[in-house]
């Protein structure tokens, strides 16, 4: 592809959760020159404020579409976010802890992909992270480095000399990194909802391990916590 090719094909499809993270890589990717496409899942989570979050944010950081694609993924649970028979831990935990959704960014990748292609789009972002985060296996980098040589293996795109990129920006960030880049990009947090069990009015626990991350992260940047909690 030429040079002048490339710059006219400057699409890229980004998962946005209406969280902190992902808002932020959306931020990054406009700021980069990407016409941006972003995705969200209506999965059966708990905290269903993240969608109405994840549309505002897309809205106002210039998003060209938004796309919400509906997963009941409380049919096969195994997750406290997705299964009501199961607690969302405010206690810290070993391991990979219940808030794990079985093979999450694997599906969303997937579907991800799939409009990629179909937007003639090459590349993704996600804004997953393998510093401050909760032990999920789909974040660390050898993950996205295998999906990425398999998107490149599995479609029509890739097949016919288009490569794929899988962006992940904040991998080797730590969390107050990421939200002093994020404030360099214009994001405004109040928007965000990251609490894996906010209210419908999108108010944050204030316990849950993404809420903890959340408010540590704030602490070390040196930032104020824009956040809304259910109490003080």
């Known amino acids: 592809m030429s040079e002048a090719e490339s710059k006219a094909n400057k699409k890229a499809v980004v998962l946005i959760s209406g969280g902190l993270d992902s808002t932020t890589v959306l931020a990054m990717a406009r700021k980069q020159g990407f016409d941006c ?4 899942f ?5 905290a269903h404020a993240e969608l109405d979050a994840a549309k505002r944010c897309s809205q106002l950081l210039g998003a060209c579409e938004h796309k919400v694609v509906e997963l009941d993924l409380r049919t096969i649970g195994g997750s406290a976010l997705t299964d009501d ?22 599906v969303f990748l997937s579907i991800a992909l799939g409009w990629a ?15 401050d985060y909760s032990g999920y296996p789909d974040c660390r980098p050898e993950y996205i480095k295998a999906f990425e040589a398999m998107a490149n293996l599995a479609t029509k795109a890739a097949v ?19 939200i002093r880049q994020g404030i ?38 040196g930032i104020v916590d824009p956040t809304q909690y259910i109490s003080a």
């Open 37 to 40: 496409y972003t995705l969200s």
């Open 42 to 46: 209506d999965y059966g989570q708990k």
């Open 85 to 106: 028979s199961i607690d969302v831990p405010e206690e810290l935990t070993s391991g990979i802890p219940v808030t794990y959704v079985p093979a999450r960014n694997t």
């Open 117 to 131: 292609e179909v937007l003639d789009a090459q590349d993704i972002f996600i804004g997953v992270n393998a510093v």
């Open 160 to 178: 016919e000399g288009q490569k794929l990129r899988i962006n992940n920006p904040l991998i080797n960030l730590t969390k107050a990194d990421i």
């Open 184 to 221: 360099d990009v214009g994001v405004d947090y109040a928007l965000t909802v990251s609490c894996y069990q906010a209210t419908e009015t999108g108010l944050a626990c204030g316990k849950c391990d993404s809420c903890r991350l959340r408010k540590l992260g704030f602490e070390q940047a």
